[in-house]
């Protein structure tokens, strides 16, 4: 039986990753900051697949946080086969409009809890020569949006250069890049979502479906759905004067989050 430690398991795309990862039997490490959550999560995937849930409450916004995550990650006698760095969150406003200390927690969130994570988790499933690391980025990597989009950039970014330098390893390392998903997000950072048109969500359990299956063969980079695969196409053609134009036009509001 195999191992996933999930970071921001308790809602969203996270809690999609649980249930399907649950369901195929690994059992989970469950990481985000509201334990009762956590417990009440840990308990019915127990319950339903009859697996291990572990429960690890972190702020991933901090260094105490990152540290105890890293800590379970580097755990020999309890090895982790899968890590999903997908703890997000977005910031409503322009440029200027975010409070500093705002902008470098999700830059702490992000990139640095990312990086510090995918660092620790490597070097024991290179030793075993088996493991796998989704980073949950977004096609706002693509996509001239701010603050929100840069760290998402870097993200993509880190992991596909992780990804080729281990080639050979047995690790597979990939970043995903959702669109639109229904999920806390867009309410617990303020954003208005009427503006959406409704072809533009996904399903959260598809995309980690699709994600998975994406995994398994080998990408080092998931843009899971059609409808976003070619949009994502047509803005690599597209001049980057228009594209910022047109970003923010739709306003940070309602773009990709
Ligand atoms: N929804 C979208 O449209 C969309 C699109 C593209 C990419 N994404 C990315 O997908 C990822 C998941 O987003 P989601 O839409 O599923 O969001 P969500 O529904 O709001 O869930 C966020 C999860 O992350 C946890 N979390 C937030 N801050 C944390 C912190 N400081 N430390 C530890 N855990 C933390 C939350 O639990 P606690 O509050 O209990 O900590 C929750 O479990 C993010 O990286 C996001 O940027 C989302």
Redesign the pocket.
């Known amino acids: 039986m195999t191992t996933a430690l999930i970071?921001?398991?308790?809602?969203?795309?996270?809690?999609a990753f649980a249930r399907r990862l649950a369901t195929e039997g690994h059992n989970l490490v469950l990481?985000?900051?509201?334990t009762e959550?956590?417990q009440e999560q840990a308990t019915e995937l127990h319950d339903r697949h009859g697996i291990e849930a572990e429960v690890l409450p972190?702020?991933?916004?901090t260094d105490d946080?990152i540290a105890l995550v890293e800590k379970r990650l580097t755990d020999s006698r309890n090895a982790i086969d899968l890590l999903v760095n997908?703890?997000?969150?977005?910031n409503k406003g322009q440029f200027l409009d975010v409070p500093m200390a705002d902008e470098l927690?999700m830059l702490k969130?992000?990139c640095e809890?990312v990086l510090r994570l995918t660092s620790a988790v490597v070097p024991g499933m290179r030793a075993r020569g088996r493991g796998g690391v989704v980073n949950?980025?977004?096609?706002?990597a693509f996509l001239p949006r701010g603050t929100?989009g840069a760290s998402?950039a870097w993200v993509v970014q880190f992991t596909q250069g992780a990804a080729r330098d281990l080639a050979g390893s047995g690790v597979r390392l990939m970043a995903l890049?959702?669109?639109?998903?229904?999920?806390?997000?867009?309410e617990?950072a303020g954003m208005g979502t009427d503006n959406i048109p409704g072809w533009m969500w996904?399903d959260?359990d598809k995309l980690v479906t699709a994600a998975l299956a994406d995994l398994s063969r080998g990408k080092s980079l998931s843009i899971p759905d059609p409808r976003y695969k070619a949009l994502m196409g047509a803005v690599k053609l597209a001049p980057r004067g228009l594209l910022g134009g047109i970003t923010s036009k739709t306003g940070r509001k309602y773009g990709?989050?």
Not at 7 to 15: D, K, N, P, V
């Open positions: 970071t921001g398991a308790t809602a969203g795309i996270g809690a990481v985000a900051r509201n959550r956590l972190a702020d991933l916004g946080g997908n703890a997000g969150f977005g927690t969130v992000h809890a949950v980025a977004s096609v706002a929100y998402k890049c959702p669109g639109f998903v229904r999920t806390e997000f867009h617990r996904l959260a990709p989050q």
